[in-house]
């Protein structure tokens, strides 16, 4: 994998803080490190005079160089929690990506996060509609999950963009993981990874029961979400379990996924009861 | 010649601009127009409110203002030639409310004569009524301004209404004219259900609408002779109208583009300048269209099909594999099953028919046909300036046009007869239209057993119940149309699955006396009336706590308790005698238990919490069960934990392994109301609403669905931009027939795949005992694949549109279980 550090440690001073503070805290990351530390006592009585219970929050915008994330595959965030808490609530913190407009923005609470934990989430750029133009980030909470009086402490080790180096299928599965037997065709999706935007390569899919090949297809795909069809008509195939397999050409990578093919309530049964 | 004189005048002063004018034009048909002509702007009326007083004698006396001298030229030669007729144009309405520029005022008093040239055949109980809502409108309990229920103009702010025969009288010079007529009223008149028929010559239209905050817009054509143009209304309960427009063909597309094109605009979405803030968000992208055939070209469409699940937008494009579908369904006898396909059409299209024949022993006339109306929605609850066009409502027709490049789907439901025999048997759906014909086979399978219903289960709806309105009606016509309607609406909630209802005590605090009154007698209709559809279960009740907290504390606590401060103890005590009042009445009556519900979605406040600790225990002194609807995962509401009975939820939250712990340490319930399946903020989720219903609800050990709400309509049911909220879920037809949403239609289709699973649950038990051992070998078989279904559901506090099963996978996993019953009911009979 590719890494770009967007955020290091050493940042705090690009941030902007609402209800909470951020500064640079040395050796808390792994191996001594320096860490970017946020720091929130929750008060549900002080804060914006109209909401007092309200969403403390860090935020950075990004320079015109690192907006365009359209070449990566996702975004790493790591992440130390610590609380004067027991636990943390369900949804601890918010990440929102901003991009010009509302529609293409990323809200994603980061609920894998554990108290006194360095929690690693990898986002898929994919889910950002528009990766290409990632203008400010913001981790935020609400207030109203958490008591009064609350510590929090989060320490990011970095924030970064990764990549694969060579071609690799992701999310690879049958659009329906159980279907009727006599469907004419099975809808595949699969994201490309590790290809250069403007890139292509063929990408071999084959439907595969009990070890042996039942159909297979190629498709030439670009970098990106894809939906392909088998074409299994003729192939009348029976009911039962089958697998998926996927290769990108030069990748080194097989994907799989299982799909059930199950006889049809119409099979067989001419009109009439 | 006056005209004329006026002409010249205003010709000379022609660069002056606005220009005030005493005096006035004598009777005659152009004068309305001309008296108070439009502003031309980009070639549309500029809607200015205008202040005119009401005319005495013809127009004499008239003050009127214009700003656009030149266009009166041309407006006055429209007008001028001997014999010609100018557009008449009416504003019914007060002798103070505003009067849209051009038209003239009409009052109660206005009564026809031939001087007067206009006016009601007799003023007898004619009454007029004014609300003009032009701005922002303070809402206390939330604290905020708020946009109006409806934003009104000039002729919408006012009506004149009548609750007996009467008619409008226009004269005018022999000829062929055209009539547009505006019915509604900017008042809320909730208690009212409008019916009535309006008349000219021989032609007749009925209206029929409930309450205010809406208008019906009619057309007619008319043939005057000697005799005044005659516009007769008919009341079964009252009339109303808002304006009356008569033209000839000479004016017919000015009036069109001039008047009522904008009229309409701002009448049925919304003022221009309000209209200018909004934003329409883009459809989901959908890819290329595919290649069209050349069958397709020449008669103008293609014809798709998509699962129901998913959204059709207008400009959706269907991918290859869609394209001229065959239909196939599995149901067992008494279900419902739903169908659909889409039209796009390659250019406009009219004529468009939608017929189908009985499919084996479910009759054509058991097949329901419908048309997806798409409407602009906004895309959460209370959001402004932005929208979505949506798929939505699904509504009867006779004929249809449709519009190059946009989507018509059709939505059929098949509702089988409870003794269809089981069997395969095939069908064909009919399109026509100007294009051609296409034909649409059905394959439709109906299997040999009937469903089963799961008593330990509760289907319920938040629910405005009609007979509220009834003691507000003045006339029996309206009394009759509530009554029925709440009728129709529980006979429309028992079809989707939903056999309960939230209802509410009222009543106000306890007098000097302590004695606390209540209209039991209402309580008792609404309950004969649960029990006459079999609904079942406790019924949520909701009771009057802002009431008695505002008597101790002299004001109210606001929408989710936002400003409640710590009430004296005699609260907390009245309101246990008020909870006993209900308790001592329900017992007596035999009526089924209570929740008792006093206050909905507090806040987490503390000072929320702690009122909430107070309002709980008060209820629970009475010996009752409470309910809250409080999202139990919020550690704030730990104090309540100790007296509350049912939780009721947005998300499947907590998860199912908590809830079934805690049920059976504590007996709690936990019920959940999904209101992001609803329409609330997301007109869309329809896959994610069944999958609530069905698969979801299994896996989630909640007890009871209950969402609100069966229908939320604010200002004009079928504006869902205007007021302060958005309009959601079930609609209603003119006489008050339930209109269905896809999403409604969803919810039916998750509760029968609940009843499905729990059929099998239930013929897996009753195989297990049996005696064969091909029996008990099906259970374990049957066993064994419930067990891959609930393996395979991703389990979500929500479910949505993310991380679902695609559409055609829900109904293989029914299947699965189908299959299952099937097997077992077999092994059984062997």
């Given at each position: ?14 941030w902007s ?12 990351a ?6 970017l ?12 005079p ?10 950075r915008g ?10 990566w ?22 990440l929102?990506l ?13 609920h ?13 750029l ?14 935020h ?11 929090l402490?989060?320490y ?54 009990e070890?042996r ?5 190629e ?10 069809l088998?074409d ?12 998926l ?16 093919l ?12 | ?53 009401r ?6 006396g ?7 001298p ?10 001028a030639g ?16 505003a ?12 009564v026809?004569?031939?001087e ?9 109980g ?9 701005d ?18 000039p ?8 609750d007996?025969g ?8 022999p ?6 007529v ?8 909730r208690s ?26 009619l ?6 002779t ?14 109303v ?17 001039e008047i ?5 605009e ?11 803030k909004?934003?329409e968000?883009?459809?989901?992208a959908?890819?290329?269209?595919p ?8 008669r103008?469409?293609v ?40 039209v ?20 054509a ?8 109306r ?6 959460n ?11 939505d ?21 098949a ?19 100007s ?9 439709l ?20 119940h009609?007979y509220?309105?009834?003691?507000g ?10 009554r ?8 429309d ?12 005590s ?16 209402l ?14 279960g406790?019924?949520?009740m ?8 505002g ?10 308790l ?23 009445e ?8 209570f ?31 409470t ?37 059976k340490?504590?007996r ?10 609803n ?13 609530t219903?069905?698969?979801g ?25 205007d ?12 006489d ?19 009843r ?32 891959f ?42």
């Amino acid at each position: 994998m590719e890494k770009r550090v967007l955020i290091g440690p050493d940042s705090a001073r690009e941030w902007s803080a609402a209800e909470s503070t951020v500064e640079a805290s040395a050796g808390r990351a792994p191996g001594g490190k320096s860490a970017l530390h946020w720091h929130i006592t929750v008060d549900h009585l002080a804060g914006e005079p109209k909401y007092p219970i309200g969403w403390p929050r860090i935020q950075r915008g990004l320079k015109d160089t690192a907006r365009d994330w359209s070449g990566w595959d996702f975004l790493l965030v790591r992440i130390l929690t610590e609380t004067s808490r027991a636990a943390l609530p369900s949804e601890p913190v918010g990440l929102t990506l901003y991009t010009p407009d509302r529609n293409g923005a990323l809200n994603r609470p980061l609920h894998e996060l554990r108290k006194g934990e360095w929690t690693e989430i990898m986002i898929p750029l994919a889910q950002v509609p528009r990766h290409h133009d990632v203008r400010q980030l913001q981790f935020h909470i609400a207030e109203a999950k958490y008591r009064h009086q609350d510590q929090l402490d989060f320490y990011f080790d970095e924030v970064a963009l990764l990549r694969y180096a060579e071609p690799t299928l992701l999310d690879f599965a049958a659009e329906s993981a159980v279907m009727f037997a006599d469907a004419p065709q099975i809808p595949v999706r699969f994201q490309l990874a590790g290809v250069q935007p403007e890139a292509s390569v063929a990408v071999i899919c084959e439907l595969r029961r009990e070890g042996r090949g039942a159909v297979r297809a190629e498709v030439t795909a670009t970098r990106g979400t894809h939906r392909t069809l088998l074409d299994v008509k003729q192939a009348k195939l029976p009911s039962g379990e089958y697998e998926l397999t996927a290769r990108a050409a030069n990748g080194s990578t097989v994907a799989t996924a299982n799909v059930r093919l199950v006889e049809s309530p119409w099979k067989g049964r001419g009109a009439g009861p | 010649m006056k005209r004329l004189a006026l002409l010249l005048a205003l010709l000379g002063n022609s660069s002056t601009g606005a220009r005030r004018v005493s005096g006035g034009i004598a009777g005659g048909p152009c004068a309305p127009s001309f008296a108070n002509p439009p502003k031309a702007d980009k070639g549309l009326l500029v809607l200015r409110r205008a202040t005119a007083g009401r005319h005495a004698q013809g127009y004499a006396g008239r003050r009127f203002f214009w700003s656009e001298p030149r266009l009166v030229l041309v407006w006055g030669l429209l007008c001028a030639g001997p014999g010609q007729a100018a557009p008449f144009l009416y504003d019914m309405g007060t002798a103070g409310s505003a009067v849209w520029e051009g038209f003239t005022r009409i009052t109660p008093a206005d009564v026809f004569s031939v001087e007067a040239g206009a006016g009601w055949q007799s003023a007898a109980g004619l009454k007029a009524q004014a609300r003009a809502y032009t701005d922002l409108v303070e809402n206390r309990s939330r604290g905020t301004n708020e946009p109006p229920p409806i934003w009104t103009n000039p002729i919408t702010e006012d009506c004149v209404l009548g609750d007996r025969g009467n008619a409008f009288l226009l004269r005018a010079p022999p000829g062929n004219y055209e009539l547009y007529v505006v019915c509604g009223t900017s008042e809320a008149m909730r208690s009212q259900f409008f019916d009535f028929t309006v008349q000219v010559g021989a032609q007749q239209q009925r209206v029929q609408f409930e309450g205010g905050y809406q208008f019906r817009s009619l057309r007619f054509r008319a043939r005057v002779t000697n005799e005044p143009l005659t516009i007769t209304f008919s009341p079964r309960s009252k009339w109303v109208v808002n304006a009356i427009l008569a033209w000839t063909a000479t004016d017919a597309a000015r009036v069109q583009k001039e008047i009522i094109a904008p009229f309409e605009e701002w009448t049925f979405r919304m003022p221009p300048a309000e209209w200018a803030k909004w934003q329409e968000e883009p459809e989901p992208a959908s890819g290329p269209m595919p290649p069209v055939s050349e069958a397709d070209r020449q008669r103008g469409f293609v014809l798709y099909s998509r699962p129901y699940l998913e959204c059709v937008y207008p400009h959706t494009k269907p991918r290859a594999e869609d394209l001229n579908p065959s239909l196939r369904l599995f149901a067992t006898p008494g279900e419902s099953e739903p169908m659909n396909f889409v039209v796009h059409p390659l250019r406009d299209l009219t004529g468009v028919k939608v017929t189908v024949r009985a499919v084996g022993p479910v009759p054509a006339d058991r097949i329901d046909i419908r048309h997806v109306r798409f409407i602009q929605a906004r895309p959460n609850y209370t959001v402004r300036f932005r929208y979505r066009v949506v798929p939505d409502i699904l509504e009867h027709f006779d004929a249809l046009d449709l519009k190059a490049g946009e989507n018509a789907r059709f939505w059929l439901t098949a509702h089988l007869p409870d003794d269809a025999p089981a069997g395969t048997y095939s069908g064909k759906i009919t399109f026509t239209c100007s294009g051609g014909t296409a034909q649409v086979p059905v394959t439709l399978r109906i299997l040999p057993f009937k469903l089963r219903d799961d008593p330990g289960k509760l289907f319920g709806i938040y629910y405005r119940h009609p007979y509220d309105l009834i003691a507000g009606a003045d006339d029996e016509v309206s009394r009759e149309y509530f009554r029925r309607k709440a009728d129709l609406e529980h006979a429309d909630m028992v079809a989707h699955g939903t056999r309960n209802a939230v209802l509410s005590s009222g009543g106000a605090p306890a007098d000097a006396q302590g004695n606390f009154k209540f209209n039991w007698e209402l309580l008792a209709e609404k309950i004969a009336l649960w029990r006459k559809h079999g609904f079942q279960g406790p019924i949520v009740m909701g009771i009057g706590t802002d009431g008695v907290y505002g008597k101790y504390m002299g004001e109210r606590y606001g929408s989710h308790l936002r400003g409640v401060k710590d009430p004296p103890a005699e609260f907390g005590r009245e309101l246990t005698a008020m909870v006993k009042a209900i308790e001592t009445e329900r017992q007596k009556r035999g009526w089924p238990e209570f929740l008792y519900y006093p206050v909905d979605e507090p806040g987490t406040e503390a000072a929320a919490v702690n009122f909430m600790v107070k309002v709980l225990q008060a209820c629970r002194a009475a010996g009752v069960r409470t309910y809250l609807t409080a999202d139990p995962t919020h550690e704030q509401f730990d104090p309540l934990r100790p007296y509350v009975d049912v939780w009721c939820t947005q998300p499947f939250a907590p998860d199912r392994e908590t809830i079934l712990a805690d049920t059976k340490a504590r007996r709690v319930e936990y019920w959940c109301y999904p209101n992001h399946v609803n329409g609330e903020n997301d007109h869309t989720p329809v896959a994610g609403a069944r999958m609530t219903y069905g698969f979801g609800f299994w896996r989630s050990g909640f007890r009871t669905l209950i969402p609100w709400i069966y229908s939320a309509s604010t200002g004009d049911p079928l504006n869902y931009l205007d007021g302060y909220t958005m309009d959601f879920f079930n609609r209603r037809e003119p006489d008050g027939t339930p209109l269905p949403v896809a999403m409604w239609e969803a919810y039916r289709e998750g509760y029968d795949d609940y009843r499905y699973i729990y059929t099998l649950e239930q013929m897996i038990a009753e195989a297990k005992q049996s005696a064969k051992g091909g029996a008990r070998s099906a259970a374990l078989a049957a066993e064994r694949e419930l067990n891959f279904v609930w393996n395979a559901i991703r389990v979500q506090p929500k479910y949505k549109h993310d991380g679902l099963w695609s559409p055609e996978e829900l109904d293989v996993y029914r299947w699965l279980v189908a299959r299952q019953i099937l097997a077992v009911r077999e092994a059984l009979a062997k």
